[in-house]
């Protein structure tokens, strides 16, 4: 990607980085571009994510930045190299463009995700039979399908190697609020006991009468890049849409939330328990 584009979320992500170290030296995009000798515009494309970047280009920003750690330097020039991954989805008509590609990169890239969900069971956790309740044509249109496939698609992260770790933290208000038959909210039940078993998954349930500090509590999840154990993001996911949030004070903020929640939460062990008891209200 050489030429001037739409910045993906890769490209985004290097961009920063780059802007990053650039800050961290001291030099402005004005010195950075004379010393690689090239125009401030470049630079300034490069960091915006609407630019590729060579390979000697970047090798020679990383020496100007005085990025000395192999380690470090290997996992940005990967990064460079996978704004040009052609990712599973790129095929699914519908999905192109749109802010779930966005998500999806997120965690195709990340090692671990730490989830809040407030009033939906989360996408990586749901059964079949409740993604087809809750993705229809009614609400989706023509894209309903390729979404449900791509729901689905999305779980063989859990068992692919490097395995994504996750953590969830569902309020128990969530799980009330489980849509369809009672066979539908029975398996949904069922397979969030299952998949807290499952080794590279932890899932607790914030009960109603959680001793929480008084502030509000917004669904969100917290991203570790893979290969960049310092380096967290925030995805926020609203109606319309998502917002990526990489500046170190709101990531410290929602660690500070996270921490909050999971110690309010049941212990995994007991949220088992709890949705072992709650999933005798559907049985006939």
Not at 21 to 40: D, F, H, N, P, W
Not at 75 to 92: F, G, M, N, P, Y
Request: net charge neutral; with cysteine; proline share 5%.
């Amino acid at each position: 990607m050489d030429q001037r584009s739409m910045p993906t979320m890769r490209s985004k992500r290097l961009g920063n980085e780059l802007r990053r170290l650039r800050r961290a030296k001291g030099l402005t995009v004005s010195e950075a571009a004379i010393r690689l000798g090239c125009g401030q515009s470049k630079i300034s494309q490069i960091e915006n994510g609407k630019r590729g970047i060579r390979p000697a280009d970047l090798t020679a920003l990383l020496d100007l930045y005085d990025v000395t750690d192999e380690g470090r330097r290997r996992s940005i020039k990967q990064l460079a190299r996978d704004i040009h991954k052609v990712d599973w989805w790129t095929s699914e008509g519908p999905l192109t463009g749109s802010t779930l590609t966005d998500y999806l990169t997120l965690e195709v890239d990340s090692e671990l995700i730490r989830t809040y969900e407030s009033t939906v069971i989360p996408g990586l956790l749901q059964a079949e039979s409740y993604i087809r309740q809750v993705i229809t044509p009614a609400n989706c249109g023509d894209e309903a399908e390729a979404r449900i496939q791509a729901r689905l698609k999305r779980k063989e992260l859990l068992d692919g190697y490097p395995a994504l770790q996750m953590s969830f933290i569902i309020d128990q208000l969530a799980l009330h609020r489980i849509q369809g038959s009672h066979e539908v909210i029975s398996e949904q039940l069922h397979h969030l006991i299952d998949m807290g078993h499952h080794p590279n998954v932890m899932l607790q349930v914030l009960p109603l009468k959680a001793d929480l500090p008084p502030r509000q509590y917004v669904p969100f999840s917290l991203a570790r890049y893979r290969g960049e154990s310092s380096l967290e993001v925030v995805w926020l996911e609203h109606t319309n849409g998502g917002t990526l949030l990489e500046q170190d004070h709101d990531v410290r903020i929602y660690m500070q939330v996270w921490a909050e929640l999971t110690a309010a939460a049941l212990s995994p062990a007991d949220s088992r328990s709890f949705l072992r008891e709650l999933v005798k209200e559907y049985v006939p």
